[in-house]
């Protein structure tokens, strides 16, 4: 069963940093793509970075040069280093991963249950 599970959240100062993080069970981390999304109450759950097994990134326009997503497949753990906060980075932080269950690329997604992050003065 994949369980992750997410630390780090935690009330910043514009302009401050948080690193969080999401311990993944078995080798989920150094298999699969795994991201952090986040929400913000009564909007959609959105992409903020996702890196692949592989080691490519992507990340949300509104985070670019301010967020970085790593891997730790040592100890099957993602991070997300934020710099930089802002107001507006305020929201649930959710752990994601996919996993591809058949040959035929079906895959699952499976999501932690989120740490807040709240940026304010």
């Known amino acids: 069963q994949v369980q992750l599970a997410e630390s780090g959240g935690g009330l910043v100062q514009p302009g401050g940093s948080l690193k969080l993080s999401c311990v993944g069970s078995g080798r989920i981390v150094s298999r699969n793509t795994m991201g952090w999304y986040r929400q913000v109450p009564g909007k959609e759950r959105e992409l903020v970075a996702r890196?692949?097994?592989?080691?490519?990134?992507e990340y949300a326009e509104s985070v670019k040069g301010r967020f970085t997503i790593s891997r730790d497949n040592s100890k099957n753990t993602v991070y997300l280093q934020m710099n930089s906060l802002k107001p507006e980075d305020t929201a649930v932080y959710y752990c994601?991963?996919?996993?591809?269950?058949?040959?035929?690329?079906?895959?699952?997604?499976?999501w932690g249950e989120g740490t807040q992050v709240t940026v304010s003065s």
């Open positions: 890196i692949s097994s592989g080691g490519s990134r």
């Open positions: 994601w991963t996919r996993v591809v269950v058949n040959v035929e690329g079906a895959s699952v997604e499976h």
